[in-house]
Protein backbone atom coordinates (compact mmCIF):
# COMPACT_ATOMS: atom_id res chain seq x y z
CA UNK A 1 0.00 0.00 0.00
CA UNK A 2 1.35 3.56 -0.87
CA UNK A 3 -0.39 6.47 0.67
CA UNK A 4 0.96 10.63 0.53
CA UNK A 5 -1.58 12.49 2.56
CA UNK A 6 -2.27 16.08 0.47
CA UNK A 7 -2.29 19.28 2.36
CA UNK A 8 1.00 18.97 4.19
CA UNK A 9 2.59 22.69 4.03
CA UNK A 10 5.64 23.93 5.76
CA UNK A 11 5.55 26.40 8.62
CA UNK A 12 7.99 28.21 10.66
CA UNK A 13 8.00 31.31 13.17
CA UNK A 14 11.58 32.18 13.58
CA UNK A 15 11.58 31.89 17.43
CA UNK A 16 9.83 28.91 17.50
CA UNK A 17 11.34 25.26 17.45
CA UNK A 18 10.61 21.89 16.29
CA UNK A 19 7.28 21.45 18.96
CA UNK A 20 5.61 24.60 17.18
CA UNK A 21 6.58 23.91 13.49
CA UNK A 22 5.15 20.14 13.87
CA UNK A 23 1.79 21.46 15.21
CA UNK A 24 1.72 24.56 12.87
CA UNK A 25 1.56 21.83 10.09
CA UNK A 26 -1.00 19.52 11.72
CA UNK A 27 -2.90 22.64 12.57
CA UNK A 28 -2.48 23.47 8.42
CA UNK A 29 -3.91 20.10 7.34
CA UNK A 30 -6.85 20.54 9.92
CA UNK A 31 -7.31 24.05 7.51
CA UNK A 32 -5.89 26.17 10.78
CA UNK A 33 -4.14 29.17 11.03
CA UNK A 34 -0.90 28.58 12.80
CA UNK A 35 -0.66 31.78 13.95
CA UNK A 36 -3.94 32.27 14.71
CA UNK A 37 -4.15 29.22 16.75
CA UNK A 38 -0.70 29.12 18.69
CA UNK A 39 -0.25 32.74 18.86
CA UNK A 40 -3.36 34.29 20.81
CA UNK A 41 -2.38 32.60 23.86
CA UNK A 42 0.01 34.49 26.45
CA UNK A 43 1.16 33.32 29.82
CA UNK A 44 3.76 31.85 32.35
CA UNK A 45 3.00 28.60 34.04
CA UNK A 46 5.27 26.12 35.27
CA UNK A 47 6.20 23.87 37.63
CA UNK A 48 9.75 23.66 39.43
CA UNK A 49 12.19 20.35 38.20
CA UNK A 50 9.24 19.33 35.52
CA UNK A 51 11.84 20.60 32.14
CA UNK A 52 12.31 17.12 30.20
CA UNK A 53 15.59 17.52 27.87
CA UNK A 54 13.53 17.39 25.12
CA UNK A 55 13.63 20.09 21.82
CA UNK A 56 9.53 20.41 22.25
CA UNK A 57 9.25 20.43 25.96
CA UNK A 58 6.29 23.25 27.44
CA UNK A 59 5.33 23.30 30.63
CA UNK A 60 1.51 22.26 30.44
CA UNK A 61 -0.35 22.55 33.66
CA UNK A 62 -3.59 22.91 31.91
CA UNK A 63 -4.37 19.88 29.87
CA UNK A 64 -2.68 18.53 26.87
CA UNK A 65 0.67 20.00 25.31
CA UNK A 66 -1.66 21.78 22.26
CA UNK A 67 -4.04 22.79 24.67
CA UNK A 68 -1.63 24.33 26.32
CA UNK A 69 -0.11 26.42 23.55
CA UNK A 70 -3.54 27.20 22.27
CA UNK A 71 -5.71 27.90 25.10
CA UNK A 72 -7.96 30.32 22.91
CA UNK A 73 -8.65 27.56 20.78
CA UNK A 74 -11.15 23.57 20.95
CA UNK A 75 -7.47 21.80 20.27
CA UNK A 76 -5.66 19.46 22.36
CA UNK A 77 -3.14 16.60 21.50
CA UNK A 78 -2.55 12.94 22.65
CA UNK A 79 0.94 11.00 23.16
CA UNK A 80 1.03 7.30 22.69
CA UNK A 81 3.57 5.49 24.07
CA UNK A 82 3.68 2.35 21.86
CA UNK A 83 6.01 -1.09 23.81
CA UNK A 84 8.21 -1.25 21.04
CA UNK A 85 9.65 -0.06 17.83
CA UNK A 86 6.95 -2.37 15.80
CA UNK A 87 4.20 -1.28 17.26
CA UNK A 88 5.34 1.99 17.13
CA UNK A 89 5.67 2.24 13.75
CA UNK A 90 2.51 -0.14 13.33
CA UNK A 91 0.58 2.52 14.98
CA UNK A 92 1.83 5.70 13.14
CA UNK A 93 1.23 3.72 10.03
CA UNK A 94 -2.55 2.82 10.99
CA UNK A 95 -2.88 6.51 11.72
CA UNK A 96 -1.55 7.70 8.86
CA UNK A 97 -3.19 5.28 6.27
CA UNK A 98 -6.92 6.36 8.19
CA UNK A 99 -6.22 10.03 6.92
CA UNK A 100 -4.33 11.84 9.88
CA UNK A 101 -1.00 12.71 9.96
CA UNK A 102 0.91 12.77 13.09
CA UNK A 103 3.77 13.62 14.75
CA UNK A 104 6.61 11.85 16.19
CA UNK A 105 9.67 11.78 18.37
CA UNK A 106 12.62 11.53 16.64
CA UNK A 107 16.91 11.48 17.76
CA UNK A 108 18.34 13.91 14.94
CA UNK A 109 21.31 11.78 14.60
CA UNK A 110 19.76 9.02 12.52
CA UNK A 111 17.84 11.16 10.33
CA UNK A 112 19.70 11.78 7.00
CA UNK A 113 18.58 15.26 6.52
CA UNK A 114 19.70 16.28 10.10
CA UNK A 115 22.54 18.74 10.64
CA UNK A 116 23.25 16.38 13.59
CA UNK A 117 22.87 13.14 11.43
CA UNK A 118 25.48 10.48 12.41
CA UNK A 119 27.25 13.06 14.51
CA UNK A 120 25.07 14.46 17.63
CA UNK A 121 22.17 13.02 19.66
CA UNK A 122 18.95 15.06 20.15
CA UNK A 123 15.23 15.24 20.92
CA UNK A 124 13.11 16.36 18.42
CA UNK A 125 9.65 16.35 16.67
CA UNK A 126 8.56 16.05 13.08
CA UNK A 127 5.35 15.49 11.41
CA UNK A 128 4.68 11.75 9.45
CA UNK A 129 2.32 12.06 6.59
CA UNK A 130 2.69 9.30 4.02
CA UNK A 131 4.07 5.94 3.60
CA UNK A 132 5.06 3.65 0.91
CA UNK A 133 5.18 -0.49 1.86
CA UNK A 134 6.29 -1.47 -0.78
CA UNK A 135 9.14 0.76 -0.97
CA UNK A 136 9.58 0.76 2.99
CA UNK A 137 9.53 4.35 2.47
CA UNK A 138 7.91 7.06 5.02
CA UNK A 139 7.31 10.76 4.63
CA UNK A 140 8.28 13.42 6.78
CA UNK A 141 7.99 16.86 7.14
CA UNK A 142 10.13 19.23 9.20
CA UNK A 143 10.55 22.65 8.96
CA UNK A 144 13.53 23.62 11.49
CA UNK A 145 16.35 24.70 8.95
CA UNK A 146 17.54 22.89 6.87
CA UNK A 147 13.53 22.34 5.94
CA UNK A 148 13.20 18.76 4.38
CA UNK A 149 9.88 17.87 3.32
CA UNK A 150 9.83 14.22 1.32
CA UNK A 151 10.86 10.64 2.02
CA UNK A 152 13.37 8.94 4.20
CA UNK A 153 13.40 5.04 4.86
CA UNK A 154 11.15 2.89 7.47
CA UNK A 155 14.55 2.35 8.48
CA UNK A 156 16.23 5.09 8.97
CA UNK A 157 13.01 6.48 10.83
CA UNK A 158 12.44 3.54 13.18
CA UNK A 159 16.11 4.13 13.83
CA UNK A 160 15.58 7.77 15.33
CA UNK A 161 12.26 7.18 16.98
CA UNK A 162 13.50 3.93 18.90
CA UNK A 163 17.08 5.45 19.77
CA UNK A 164 18.11 5.64 23.68
CA UNK A 165 19.11 9.51 22.54
CA UNK A 166 22.50 8.76 24.53
CA UNK A 167 25.12 11.47 25.51
CA UNK A 168 27.90 11.12 22.63
CA UNK A 169 30.42 14.17 23.07
CA UNK A 170 30.72 17.37 24.40
CA UNK A 171 28.17 19.16 22.01
CA UNK A 172 25.00 16.63 22.97
CA UNK A 173 23.85 19.86 25.26
CA UNK A 174 20.27 19.81 26.83
CA UNK A 175 18.48 17.61 25.03
CA UNK A 176 20.10 14.02 25.26
CA UNK A 177 19.99 11.15 28.12
CA UNK A 178 16.02 10.59 27.57
CA UNK A 179 15.48 7.86 25.26
CA UNK A 180 12.62 8.58 22.86
CA UNK A 181 10.93 5.03 23.20
CA UNK A 182 9.06 5.48 19.49
CA UNK A 183 6.45 8.07 21.02
CA UNK A 184 4.11 9.99 18.95
CA UNK A 185 1.30 12.64 19.12
CA UNK A 186 -2.37 12.99 17.46
CA UNK A 187 -3.97 16.20 17.31
CA UNK A 188 -7.68 16.71 17.91
CA UNK A 189 -9.33 19.36 16.41
CA UNK A 190 -13.33 19.78 18.19
CA UNK A 191 -14.29 23.23 16.57
CA UNK A 192 -13.65 25.10 14.07
CA UNK A 193 -11.29 28.60 14.16
CA UNK A 194 -12.82 31.49 15.42
CA UNK A 195 -12.84 34.08 12.99
CA UNK A 196 -10.62 36.72 13.78
CA UNK A 197 -12.66 39.97 14.69
CA UNK A 198 -12.68 42.36 17.36
CA UNK A 199 -14.38 40.46 19.95
CA UNK A 200 -12.29 37.35 19.45
CA UNK A 201 -8.91 39.95 19.79
CA UNK A 202 -10.50 41.81 22.94
CA UNK A 203 -11.43 38.10 24.51
CA UNK A 204 -7.96 37.01 23.89
CA UNK A 205 -6.22 40.12 25.33
CA UNK A 206 -7.97 40.52 28.32
CA UNK A 207 -8.04 36.80 29.03
CA UNK A 208 -4.10 36.65 28.75
CA UNK A 209 -3.89 39.77 31.06
CA UNK A 210 -6.16 38.07 33.78
CA UNK A 211 -3.90 35.10 33.66
CA UNK A 212 -1.17 37.02 34.06
CA UNK A 213 -2.57 39.29 36.69
CA UNK A 214 -4.72 37.05 38.78
CA UNK A 215 -2.69 33.33 39.52
CA UNK A 216 0.33 33.69 41.46
CA UNK A 217 3.35 31.35 42.92
CA UNK A 218 2.13 28.37 44.95
CA UNK A 219 4.90 26.20 45.91
CA UNK A 220 6.15 24.71 43.30
CA UNK A 221 3.91 25.71 41.22
CA UNK A 222 4.74 29.03 39.56
CA UNK A 223 1.68 31.12 37.54
CA UNK A 224 1.71 34.45 35.79
CA UNK A 225 3.69 37.53 36.72
CA UNK A 226 4.02 36.43 40.42
CA UNK A 227 5.26 33.46 39.51
CA UNK A 228 7.56 34.42 36.40
CA UNK A 229 9.43 37.09 38.67
CA UNK A 230 10.34 33.98 40.91
CA UNK A 231 10.89 32.59 38.14
CA UNK A 232 13.78 34.79 36.69
CA UNK A 233 15.28 35.41 40.43
CA UNK A 234 16.40 31.77 39.93
CA UNK A 235 18.48 32.58 37.00
CA UNK A 236 21.40 30.01 37.76
CA UNK A 237 23.29 30.40 40.99
CA UNK A 238 24.03 26.86 40.18
CA UNK A 239 25.13 25.41 37.03
CA UNK A 240 23.05 22.13 37.32
CA UNK A 241 19.72 25.22 37.09
CA UNK A 242 21.47 26.52 33.75
CA UNK A 243 19.59 23.38 31.29
CA UNK A 244 16.26 24.28 33.34
CA UNK A 245 16.26 27.47 32.77
CA UNK A 246 17.58 27.21 28.92
CA UNK A 247 15.09 25.04 27.93
CA UNK A 248 12.33 26.73 29.65
CA UNK A 249 13.30 30.36 28.27
CA UNK A 250 13.13 28.63 24.93
CA UNK A 251 9.31 27.88 25.15
CA UNK A 252 8.75 31.38 26.67
CA UNK A 253 10.58 32.55 23.80
CA UNK A 254 9.20 31.18 21.44
CA UNK A 255 5.38 32.03 22.86
CA UNK A 256 6.08 35.18 23.17
CA UNK A 257 8.18 35.79 19.87
CA UNK A 258 4.71 34.06 18.48
CA UNK A 259 2.20 36.59 20.45
CA UNK A 260 3.60 39.42 19.17
CA UNK A 261 3.12 38.87 15.51
CA UNK A 262 -0.49 37.11 16.26
CA UNK A 263 -1.16 40.50 17.60
CA UNK A 264 0.57 42.48 14.58
CA UNK A 265 -0.96 40.23 12.15
CA UNK A 266 -4.41 40.88 13.71
CA UNK A 267 -3.49 44.98 14.23
CA UNK A 268 -3.21 44.80 10.21
CA UNK A 269 -6.20 42.58 8.90
CA UNK A 270 -8.59 44.59 11.42
CA UNK A 271 -7.04 47.91 10.95
CA UNK A 272 -6.45 48.34 14.72
CA UNK A 273 -2.84 50.27 15.17
CA UNK A 274 -2.99 50.07 18.76
CA UNK A 275 -2.65 46.37 18.33
CA UNK A 276 0.28 46.44 16.06
CA UNK A 277 2.29 48.73 18.59
CA UNK A 278 0.99 46.23 20.95
CA UNK A 279 3.04 43.56 18.75
CA UNK A 280 5.77 45.30 19.05
CA UNK A 281 5.75 45.59 22.80
CA UNK A 282 5.52 42.03 23.15
CA UNK A 283 8.35 41.63 20.52
CA UNK A 284 10.77 43.44 23.05
CA UNK A 285 9.93 41.04 26.19
CA UNK A 286 10.75 38.50 23.50
CA UNK A 287 13.79 39.94 22.57
CA UNK A 288 14.88 40.01 26.48
CA UNK A 289 14.07 36.17 26.74
CA UNK A 290 16.57 36.15 23.53
CA UNK A 291 19.27 37.67 25.43
CA UNK A 292 18.72 36.01 28.73
CA UNK A 293 18.17 32.63 27.22
CA UNK A 294 21.45 33.21 25.31
CA UNK A 295 23.31 34.42 28.63
CA UNK A 296 22.03 31.17 30.56
CA UNK A 297 23.56 28.99 28.26
CA UNK A 298 26.85 30.92 28.23
CA UNK A 299 27.03 31.01 32.42
CA UNK A 300 27.45 27.32 32.21
CA UNK A 301 31.05 27.82 32.75
CA UNK A 302 30.91 31.24 35.33
CA UNK A 303 27.66 30.98 36.98
CA UNK A 304 28.44 33.24 39.18
CA UNK A 305 30.87 35.71 37.70
CA UNK A 306 27.46 36.01 34.92
CA UNK A 307 24.79 36.14 37.68
CA UNK A 308 24.20 40.32 38.32
CA UNK A 309 24.10 40.85 34.92
CA UNK A 310 21.50 38.03 34.03
CA UNK A 311 19.52 39.27 36.97
CA UNK A 312 19.83 43.04 35.74
CA UNK A 313 18.16 41.72 32.24
CA UNK A 314 15.62 39.63 34.30
CA UNK A 315 14.65 42.36 35.96
CA UNK A 316 13.90 44.56 32.83
CA UNK A 317 12.23 42.23 30.94
CA UNK A 318 9.75 42.27 34.26
CA UNK A 319 9.61 45.86 33.70
CA UNK A 320 9.22 45.44 30.06
CA UNK A 321 6.54 42.70 30.98
CA UNK A 322 4.71 44.59 33.16
CA UNK A 323 4.51 48.22 30.78
CA UNK A 324 3.10 45.66 27.94
CA UNK A 325 0.41 43.85 30.59
CA UNK A 326 -1.07 47.37 31.16
CA UNK A 327 -1.19 48.89 27.53
CA UNK A 328 -2.64 45.21 26.62
CA UNK A 329 -5.56 45.95 29.69
CA UNK A 330 -6.21 48.98 28.34
CA UNK A 331 -6.31 48.24 24.75
CA UNK A 332 -8.35 45.43 25.30
CA UNK A 333 -10.77 47.26 27.22
CA UNK A 334 -11.42 50.22 24.60
CA UNK A 335 -11.97 47.15 21.73
CA UNK B 1 33.55 57.84 7.09
CA UNK B 2 35.27 56.34 10.32
CA UNK B 3 36.03 52.98 10.37
CA UNK B 4 36.59 51.38 14.01
CA UNK B 5 39.55 48.83 14.64
CA UNK B 6 37.83 46.62 16.88
CA UNK B 7 41.30 44.30 17.16
CA UNK B 8 41.30 45.10 21.09
CA UNK B 9 37.78 43.89 21.52
CA UNK B 10 37.63 40.48 19.75
CA UNK B 11 36.16 38.00 22.26
CA UNK B 12 34.79 35.54 20.50
CA UNK B 13 35.56 32.92 17.58
CA UNK B 14 32.57 32.84 14.72
CA UNK B 15 35.00 32.31 11.94
CA UNK B 16 37.24 29.30 11.21
CA UNK B 17 38.33 27.07 8.35
CA UNK B 18 37.60 24.11 7.35
CA UNK B 19 39.39 21.57 8.99
CA UNK B 20 38.23 19.50 11.98
CA UNK B 21 37.43 19.58 14.40
CA UNK B 22 36.52 23.43 14.35
CA UNK B 23 38.11 25.48 17.13
CA UNK B 24 35.71 27.96 17.55
CA UNK B 25 31.70 28.66 18.55
CA UNK B 26 30.19 31.04 17.01
CA UNK B 27 26.64 29.80 19.25
CA UNK B 28 26.33 27.63 21.87
CA UNK B 29 26.35 24.91 19.76
CA UNK B 30 30.02 25.25 18.38
CA UNK B 31 28.78 26.05 14.84
CA UNK B 32 30.90 28.82 13.04
CA UNK B 33 31.08 30.54 9.74
CA UNK B 34 33.24 29.04 6.83
CA UNK B 35 36.76 31.27 6.76
CA UNK B 36 37.15 30.39 3.22
CA UNK B 37 33.55 31.97 1.86
CA UNK B 38 34.31 35.39 4.02
CA UNK B 39 36.59 37.96 3.25
CA UNK B 40 40.64 37.92 4.27
CA UNK B 41 41.63 38.69 7.54
CA UNK B 42 42.18 42.63 8.50
CA UNK B 43 40.93 43.83 4.86
CA UNK B 44 39.00 46.61 4.13
CA UNK B 45 35.43 45.67 2.67
CA UNK B 46 33.09 47.57 0.75
CA UNK B 47 29.08 46.71 2.02
CA UNK B 48 26.28 48.63 0.28
CA UNK B 49 28.39 51.65 -0.28
CA UNK B 50 30.22 52.00 3.30
CA UNK B 51 33.50 50.48 4.20
CA UNK B 52 34.27 48.46 6.93
CA UNK B 53 37.23 47.03 8.66
CA UNK B 54 36.71 42.66 8.05
CA UNK B 55 37.95 41.70 11.59
CA UNK B 56 41.49 40.32 12.12
CA UNK B 57 42.74 37.59 14.33
CA UNK B 58 42.52 37.99 17.75
CA UNK B 59 45.31 35.89 19.77
CA UNK B 60 43.25 33.32 20.70
CA UNK B 61 41.69 33.36 16.82
CA UNK B 62 38.91 35.54 18.09
CA UNK B 63 37.12 37.76 14.98
CA UNK B 64 34.30 39.20 16.56
CA UNK B 65 33.20 40.88 19.74
CA UNK B 66 29.86 39.05 21.67
CA UNK B 67 28.46 42.40 22.86
CA UNK B 68 29.08 41.89 27.34
CA UNK B 69 29.15 45.60 28.20
CA UNK B 70 31.69 46.68 26.44
CA UNK B 71 32.81 50.49 26.08
CA UNK B 72 34.20 51.16 22.33
CA UNK B 73 36.22 53.45 21.65
CA UNK B 74 35.46 55.39 18.30
CA UNK B 75 37.39 58.25 16.46
CA UNK B 76 35.82 61.60 17.97
CA UNK B 77 33.43 63.05 15.13
CA UNK B 78 30.08 64.41 14.66
CA UNK B 79 28.09 61.55 13.31
CA UNK B 80 24.76 60.64 11.57
CA UNK B 81 24.65 56.93 11.22
CA UNK B 82 26.77 53.97 13.24
CA UNK B 83 27.17 50.84 10.31
CA UNK B 84 27.71 47.38 12.05
CA UNK B 85 28.54 44.03 10.15
CA UNK B 86 26.47 42.17 13.09
CA UNK B 87 24.81 38.50 13.93
CA UNK B 88 22.37 37.01 16.45
CA UNK B 89 21.88 34.06 17.95
CA UNK B 90 18.02 34.75 17.30
CA UNK B 91 16.78 38.08 16.71
CA UNK B 92 17.15 40.47 19.61
CA UNK B 93 17.70 44.43 20.45
CA UNK B 94 18.77 46.73 22.62
CA UNK B 95 19.64 50.19 23.78
CA UNK B 96 23.54 51.17 22.87
CA UNK B 97 24.64 54.16 24.91
CA UNK B 98 26.49 56.73 22.62
CA UNK B 99 28.86 58.84 24.61
CA UNK B 100 29.43 62.29 24.08
CA UNK B 101 32.48 64.53 24.38
CA UNK B 102 30.85 66.94 26.79
CA UNK B 103 29.66 63.46 29.21
CA UNK B 104 26.41 63.66 27.69
CA UNK B 105 24.79 60.30 27.00
CA UNK B 106 21.96 58.93 24.57
CA UNK B 107 20.75 56.06 23.98
CA UNK B 108 19.78 54.31 20.49
CA UNK B 109 18.41 50.97 20.06
CA UNK B 110 20.42 48.62 17.64
CA UNK B 111 18.52 45.24 16.63
CA UNK B 112 19.99 42.03 14.61
CA UNK B 113 18.50 39.84 12.92
CA UNK B 114 19.45 35.87 13.61
CA UNK B 115 22.51 34.68 11.94
CA UNK B 116 20.84 30.99 11.30
CA UNK B 117 19.63 30.00 8.22
CA UNK B 118 16.47 30.16 6.49
CA UNK B 119 15.66 33.04 8.64
CA UNK B 120 14.63 36.19 6.72
CA UNK B 121 15.86 39.93 8.11
CA UNK B 122 13.54 41.42 10.84
CA UNK B 123 14.44 44.90 11.49
CA UNK B 124 15.17 45.23 7.22
CA UNK B 125 19.31 44.51 7.73
CA UNK B 126 20.89 44.25 4.51
CA UNK B 127 22.37 40.97 3.43
CA UNK B 128 26.10 41.42 4.18
CA UNK B 129 27.74 38.10 3.88
CA UNK B 130 25.27 34.61 3.25
CA UNK B 131 27.78 31.62 3.07
CA UNK B 132 26.87 28.38 1.24
CA UNK B 133 27.02 26.44 4.23
CA UNK B 134 27.71 26.15 7.98
CA UNK B 135 30.79 24.34 10.01
CA UNK B 136 29.82 22.36 12.56
CA UNK B 137 32.68 20.76 14.83
CA UNK B 138 32.85 17.62 13.25
CA UNK B 139 31.26 18.45 9.66
CA UNK B 140 30.41 20.77 6.99
CA UNK B 141 26.51 21.37 6.86
CA UNK B 142 25.85 22.43 2.81
CA UNK B 143 22.13 22.99 2.99
CA UNK B 144 22.73 25.73 5.68
CA UNK B 145 23.85 28.76 4.90
CA UNK B 146 24.60 31.50 8.00
CA UNK B 147 24.80 35.14 7.67
CA UNK B 148 25.96 38.03 8.22
CA UNK B 149 24.18 41.34 8.52
CA UNK B 150 24.96 45.30 7.80
CA UNK B 151 22.66 46.97 10.46
CA UNK B 152 22.65 50.53 11.08
CA UNK B 153 21.86 53.06 14.36
CA UNK B 154 21.11 56.53 13.89
CA UNK B 155 22.74 59.36 15.59
CA UNK B 156 20.22 61.62 16.34
CA UNK B 157 22.19 64.35 17.95
CA UNK B 158 24.64 65.63 15.81
CA UNK B 159 27.58 66.31 18.54
CA UNK B 160 31.21 65.00 18.86
CA UNK B 161 30.75 61.24 19.79
CA UNK B 162 33.94 59.58 21.75
CA UNK B 163 32.76 56.23 22.23
CA UNK B 164 29.74 53.88 21.96
CA UNK B 165 28.51 51.72 25.35
CA UNK B 166 27.60 48.16 23.99
CA UNK B 167 24.29 46.25 26.00
CA UNK B 168 25.51 43.11 27.69
CA UNK B 169 23.50 41.13 25.69
CA UNK B 170 25.37 37.92 24.74
CA UNK B 171 23.29 36.98 21.61
CA UNK B 172 24.48 39.57 19.74
CA UNK B 173 27.95 39.49 18.09
CA UNK B 174 30.19 42.90 15.90
CA UNK B 175 32.44 41.91 13.30
CA UNK B 176 33.17 45.39 12.33
CA UNK B 177 31.58 49.00 12.83
CA UNK B 178 31.84 52.49 10.88
CA UNK B 179 30.75 55.39 11.74
CA UNK B 180 29.42 57.96 8.70
CA UNK B 181 29.30 61.68 9.26
CA UNK B 182 28.27 64.32 6.26
CA UNK B 183 31.86 65.55 6.43
Not at chain 1, 11 to 23: G, I
Not at chain 1, 150 to 178: C, K, Q, W, Y
Amino acid sequence: MRLVLSGIRSWRHDLTHCLHTTFGVLLGFHGLDPLHVLGSGWGFAYRMGDVRREEYYFPCLDGSLLASLAPHHQVASRWHQPSDAIQGWAQVRAAVAAGQPVAVAADNFHLPFRPAFGDVHTNHLMTVYGFDDEAALVWVADPVPPAFNGPITVGELTAARDSGNPIRHDRDMFFTANPIANRWITVEVAAAQPALDVGFVREVLLANVSGFLDRGESGQTLRGLEGLRQFLSLVPDEPERVDEIFIVAGAILAITGLHADFLADAGRRLGLVSLVELGRMVDRVAHHWTALRIGVANARSTPLADLPLLRERGRRLLADQEAVLDSMARVGGRL
Amino acid sequence: MSPVNLEGYLNNVGITPSRWPTEGGFNIWSNTFPAEELPARGSIVDVGGVAFIFPAMGPGGEDNLRCRGQRLNVPVGEYDWIYLLAAAERRTEDAIALLYTDSTVRRQWLRVSDFWPETPARFGEVEAYRCSRMLYPRHSQANMAPVIWRCRVPVSVGEPVEAIGLPDNPAIHIFAVTLVGQS
